[in-house]
């Protein structure tokens, strides 16, 4: 796969249809996964597979585009003309043009890149996990999703400029969910995820581990009451709930009017002062980064909240150009480039607030809930209204005991809930989206089952 | 480069390619496989975004691809390439023999690819009679403009999808077929705003195998439906946390037949332990006043098809007759793997999925009731008009949020709420679906699960669930 022989035959064949200005951005992969039931390899799978989408402006600095899988010399002709036709139709209101900073170094990001440990031992290894887990609890009769893969691929963003740009990587991942039950009771179910550079990253041990404890102290479950309840999010619910709403940063959604925030957000009082945001697509921790975006853009790290002002939106060319300043190295490439954050890294900011600020989840005695993990993310949030109904996997504390929640949502108004914050835990936690703290709500509605 | 792979004579979609395919087949089996199938896809898709008064986006995709599998006993290997060259797919073969770990003790006979069944044969011309760029984006322009006719919209958005797909379905024992899918989606979202208040507004209409259909969608009646729907909730009030009787509305209602039991009844969910119905057969699961079908074979419904991914026909299938369990959803694996027969089911987002048991049009059979009679039953309940997306949890538990939701009282639809989520689990709610109106409506949907995401239509009349947990503030 070579970066060069694509962009000197789009060039070539660019030519022969007067077409000046153009880019694209590939991607080529070899994936392997394996899944088991109770020892038995299921499906073993293997992939290789190869996409490019392209961009052509017109004489009218109209964009058009096409996205392929043929990448043989008629695919890519057929692709350019396609594009160009497209262009007819290119948006008038909103002109795009190549990132200004499409060529500008990006960061080397060392990381490992490992070599392929094969089909042979991902089954192996998947095979010792499901076993080990199955061990743990005479509950647990189950693994009934259960995967190991491994992923090879590499990124190309060119323009007709002379921006050129690529990286590979490699990436594995193991998810093991367990399914238990106990007599005349409900089945309960949870597990875990993670991922590294290859399989000689991973820690399987701790995934077994983790995906057992957490299902097996569910098994002994109760209904809750329905009502507003003291509520501790995980470092892993409040990530998922910040990037479902990350519309709220997002610029091609405050242009599109699905966000909560507008165009004079900047510098508005959005959450308790005690929270500081970041968007960190570079951070060393985070094992999906990418030195560029789908413009070509560096990626960087962006102060989105600070002492709970917001201070930064994402932007791709387009919509920078609208906001007046530069994009930030977040944007996709399309007909209509969306914009997406990387990486969400949550701190606790150093204002020091109000007296519930020593609450800890490890000492308090008070009544709250913990929501573990959000389930239904889809379903239950509408970001262009700011509100989310979901169901957890949670716990409700009191007096320092805790009870597994047998089924319930928890509601609430996102920006409500970020004055709402009555907390932020000093320690942060890694996790596979992000970086956060325990995070501590004065009140959400919950409705329980009791 | 890739391009240099292309060299070699491959795959060609204009061609029957029946030579190549047994050569392909053949030589798995002589290196050890039991059974060999090849799927092969070539696309030719377009997406059109009209933002209230101007296109804003045009995006064109084409590709190919192709999905071998091999089974081995019940255990098979997949491999997924878009190197159709005579090499590549000898490759990719030998890959997914090398991944099981096969030793060729005994080779299989095939008897070569039968003649083929061409499902394509008047579908040829498809392409060329779909509506244009120019027509799809004037029609989604009349209906952003007609959109305007309430102020208080502030977002208008009308969309358009079209995915046109040409299969080659070939398989071991003797399976050869080819096939022509045409699938046109429509959408319009809206966003109402008022002060503090917000609320929005959707709807999607999609047909399969109908090229002019979107040039008879009547863009009026649909910008209307979202229009009502977002004004009748711009202003209304949370809804309160309880438990309480339900009326579904025909339509999208059937959306939770098919997330909360739907599912539970594929192959699928009997091979990972995961449905409480596995050993239901026979018994009674519902309702009595609950029949269910699922069926591939109504024309021009979004989950039809004329030939399933594995190379055979759909059939009807009724999975619940008078709140008995009578059949589960299966294909080639599942069939292998729990001894239900083969239901035409088998189905894959693409040629980068290997097929699986998967719903097609699904829904609810229609009863005796008018929608009056069932909201006139309840004295404190919701009406749940139009429903969001939902989800359904390993252990058999979903919910559901409800877009568009009106209190009952005293047998009457009262004011409007909002933010209200319905939670259960099938086991629980199916005996409580006490009545089923005489209206019954399908409506298009994409369903996300192991196959990756598939067209299906849900529906089902009105019906009356006698309690059910509400989700709120």
């Given amino acids: 796969m070579d970066l060069k022989e694509i962009s000197n035959f789009i060039t070539s064949s660019a030519k022969s249809l007067n077409i000046k200005k153009w880019d694209f951005g590939a991607s080529f992969s070899n994936d392997f996964s394996v899944q088991v039931d109770k020892g038995i390899a299921k499906q073993l799978k293997a992939s290789q597979k190869q996409v490019l989408t392209l961009r052509v402006w017109n004489k009218k600095n109209l964009v058009g585009i096409t996205t392929t899988s043929d990448l043989s010399e008629n695919g890519l002709k057929k692709a350019l003309y396609q594009a160009n036709l497209a262009s007819d139709y290119g948006n008038k209101n909103e002109l795009t043009d190549f990132s200004p900073l499409a060529k500008d170094p990006i960061k080397d990001i060392k990381q490992a890149k490992r070599s392929p440990a094969g089909i042979k031992k991902l089954l192996e290894t998947l095979r010792f996990a499901e076993s080990e887990l199955l061990k743990k609890h005479s509950a647990i009769k189950t693994i009934p999703y259960n995967g190991l893969s491994e992923s090879f691929y590499k990124r190309i963003y060119a323009n007709s400029e002379g921006a050129q740009r690529s990286y590979a990587k490699s990436q594995a991942a193991i998810y093991l969910y367990a399914r238990a039950e106990e007599n005349n009771r409900k089945p309960r179910s949870s597990g875990s995820v993670k991922i590294g550079y290859g399989l000689e990253d991973i820690d399987i041990n701790s995934c077994i581990d983790e995906a057992a404890e957490k299902t097996i102290s569910h098994l002994n479950y109760s209904a809750i009451e329905t009502g507003k309840y003291k509520v501790c999010f995980s470092p892993e619910s409040f990530l998922t709930l910040m990037n479902a709403f990350s519309s709220i940063f997002n610029a091609r959604s405050i242009i599109d009017g699905v966000s909560i925030s507008n165009k004079d957000s900047i510098g508005e009082m959005i959450a308790n002062p005690l929270l500081n945001v970041f968007d960190d697509g570079l951070h060393e921790k985070n094992i999906s980064s990418a030195p560029f975006d789908g413009e070509g853009t560096p990626t960087q790290k962006l102060c989105l909240i600070n002492n709970g002002i917001l201070e930064n939106f994402i932007h791709s060319e387009s919509t920078a150009r609208i906001f007046k300043t530069k994009p930030t190295g977040h944007a996709g490439l399309g007909s209509k480039v969306s914009v997406s954050t990387d990486w969400i890294v949550v701190e606790r900011s150093e204002k020091v607030l109000s007296n519930d600020n020593d609450l800890n989840h490890k000492d308090y005695l008070g009544k709250y809930i913990y929501v573990e993990e959000l389930n239904a993310i889809h379903a239950g949030v509408k970001a262009s209204q700011g509100s989310f109904s979901l169901p957890f996997d949670g716990w409700l504390y009191e007096g320092g005991k805790r009870t597994s929640i047998e089924a319930a949502t928890v509601a609430g108004d996102f920006k409500t809930l970020l004055k709402e914050i009555i907390n932020i835990e000093k320690k942060q936690h890694l996790t596979t989206s992000g970086i956060s703290p325990h995070i501590w709500v004065k009140e959400l509605s919950i409705t329980g089952d009791a | ?473």
């Avoid at chain 2, 009578?326 to 080639?332: E, G, L, M, V």
């Avoid at chain 2, 229609?366 to 009056?372: L, P």
């Fill in chain 2, 1 to 473: 480069m890739v391009l240099t792979s292309y060299i070699n004579k491959g795959i060609d979609f204009d061609e029957e390619n029946k030579q190549l395919l047994e050569e392909i087949i053949s030589h798995g089996l002589s290196l050890g496989a039991d059974f060999v199938e090849i799927f092969l896809e070539n696309t030719d898709n377009i997406s059109v975004l009209v933002e209230d008064d101007f296109i804003t986006s045009v995006s064109p995709s084409f590709g190919k691809g192709a999905g071998i599998r091999i089974f081995k006993d019940t255990r098979d290997g997949f491999v997924s390439t878009n190197d159709l060259s005579r090499k590549g797919l000898i490759s990719s073969i030998s890959q997914a023999i090398e991944m099981l770990d096969i030793n060729a003790t005994t080779i299989r006979r095939f008897e070569g690819l039968e003649n083929i069944r061409n499902y394509s044969s008047n579908k040829n011309a498809w392409l060329e009679s779909i509506p244009t760029i120019n027509e799809i984006g004037e029609k989604l322009l009349s209906s952003t403009k007609y959109l305007k006719k309430e102020e208080k919209v502030n977002v208008r958005k009308g969309s358009y999808a079209r995915n046109w797909q040409k299969v080659i379905i070939a398989s071991s024992d003797g399976t050869f077929a080819k096939d022509i899918r045409l699938h046109q989606t429509v959408g319009l979202n809206v966003i109402a705003l008022d002060k503090q208040y917000r609320s929005s507004g959707s709807r999607r209409f999609g047909s399969s195998d109908s090229p002019n259909e979107f040039k008879n969608w009547d863009h009026e009646e649909a910008a209307n439906e979202v229009l009502d729907s977002s004004m009748n909730m711009l202003y209304a009030d949370y809804v309160d946390a309880c438990q309480k009787p339900v009326v579904l509305a025909n339509k999208f209602g059937g959306v939770i037949f098919h997330e909360a039991c739907g599912h539970l009844l594929e192959t699928t969910q009997i091979e990972r332990g995961t449905t409480p119905f596995a050993n239901k057969l026979n018994k009674k699961i519902a309702h009595e006043a609950v029949t269910a079908v699922d069926e591939g074979i109504s024309s021009g419904s979004f989950g039809s098809l004329s030939v399933d991914d594995e190379g055979m026909e759909p059939e009807k299938s009724v999975l619940i007759k008078d709140g008995i369990l009578k059949k589960f959803i299966s294909d080639r694996a599942g069939e292998m793997r729990t001894g239900h027969k083969r239901t035409g089911s088998g189905r894959r987002q693409n040629y980068s999925f290997a097929a699986a048991s998967r719903m097609r049009n699904t829904f609810i059979a229609k009863g005796d009731y008018s929608k009056d009679e069932l909201i006139s039953s309840i004295s404190d309940g919701l009406y749940c008009k139009s429903m969001g997306g939902g989800s359904v949890g390993a252990t058999g538990q979903f919910n559901f949020a409800v877009e568009e939701g009106y209190l009952i009282k005293n047998g009457k639809l009262t004011k409007p709420v909002k933010g209200a989520t319905l939670i259960g689990e099938a086991t629980e709610v199916m005996p409580k679906i006490s009545m089923c109106g005489n209206d019954l409506e399908l409506a298009p949907g994409f369903c996300g699960s192991i196959s990756g995401s598939v067209n299906v239509t849900v529906g089902q009349p009105h019906i009356k669930v006698d309690s059910i947990t509400i989700g709120g503030r």
